[in-house]
């Protein structure tokens, strides 16, 4: 009889996206070789001629113990796949910015949607796949288990849950400002040097990338759950920095997620 592997099945799969996150886990190189004899690889269309279907689903009807989804979603294409591979997955993790925040996308929840719609889909009026949707981060339609932000994510970090994934371990949330790791790298505010850094209001978790090379955090991995946009916007403005930029500034990755924060706030 054969022996049943009892490696964890892994899939990548991606909706409305650049696909730099998928090359993110690829990008791993040296390290992903010594995680891929560790794990099942059963789905990455990516870099994959064959990949896990229905018919090598388990008793329970699944193929993946661990399944990471990248894009959001924006078709009914999109949607159909991720209700799928939701049904599909033991463990779904959201990886990137799209995935976890809506990114660029959800630019449209702060503009005209229809406007936006009609400009970009109306060029290809018989195309049923790509039906625009609403688009949001996937945890808006499944429930998502663990969440990688960033554009892209970083690479460390993703070693890191599958490593965890891997030993049964409980995945652990980075729930601290950009700011702290900014602190604890005794970076140079870039505040303090004029420079119109969002690290008090967004997610660390990137060891303080962009600012440790003197750019400002734009807040790719997402607004914390706890950040005082009011209190943000007018330390910003003391600062000088011009109100429109501002909020061009903290919508340009999380404009769904700025809007919430409006109206669950009522700020102006």
């Keep these: 009889m054969k022996q049943l592997s009892l490696k964890p099945r892994v899939g990548i799969q991606s909706i409305t996206g650049c696909a730099g996150c998928q090359l993110s886990i690829y990008f791993i190189e040296d390290m992903l070789l010594d995680l891929l004899d560790k794990i ?29 989804v990248e894009g ?17 997955a033991k463990t779904l993790i959201a990886i990137g910015a799209c995935a976890v925040n809506g990114n ?23 195309e049923p796949r790509v039906k625009p949707i609403t ?3 996937i945890h808006k339609h499944v429930q998502v288990d663990f969440y990688i932000p960033g554009c892209p994510p970083d690479k460390g970090e993703v070693v ?23 602190s604890l790298k005794e970076n140079y505010c870039l505040l303090d040097q004029g420079v119109e ?18 750019h400002a955090c734009t807040g790719c991995r997402g607004l914390l759950d706890d950040a005082n946009l009011e209190s ?9 920095f011009d109100p429109e930029m501002i909020i061009k500034r903290m919508t340009k990755y999380n404009s769904l997620q700025f809007k919430e924060f409006d109206e669950k706030k009522g700020l102006k």
């Excluded at 959001?72 to 599909?88: H, I, P, T, Y």
């Excluded at 996308?105 to 290809?124: D, R």
Aim: proline fraction near 4%.
């Design 160 to 182: 890191q849950v599958l490593k965890w994934l891997i030993e049964g371990r409980k995945l652990k949330v980075y729930d601290k400002a950009v700011c702290h790791e900014c």
């Design 135 to 137: 688009s949001v981060p």
């Design 232 to 240: 943000g916007k007018q330390v910003l403005k003391d600062k000088g």
């Design 40 to 68: 099942d690889l059963v789905a990455a269309p990516m870099i994959k001629e064959q990949n896990a279907d229905e018919k090598q689903s388990d008793g329970q009807g699944l193929l993946y113990d661990v399944l990471f």
């Design 104 to 126: 660029v996308q959800s630019m449209k929840h702060l503009m005209n949607e229809k406007e936006v719609e009609n400009a970009v889909y109306s060029k290809f009026p018989s």
């Design 197 to 214: 850094c969002l690290g008090p209001l967004m997610n660390g978790g990137c060891k303080a990338l962009c600012p440790s090379f003197n």
């Design 72 to 88: 959001s979603v924006s078709s009914q294409e999109d949607l159909d796949n991720l209700l799928k591979w939701r049904s599909q």
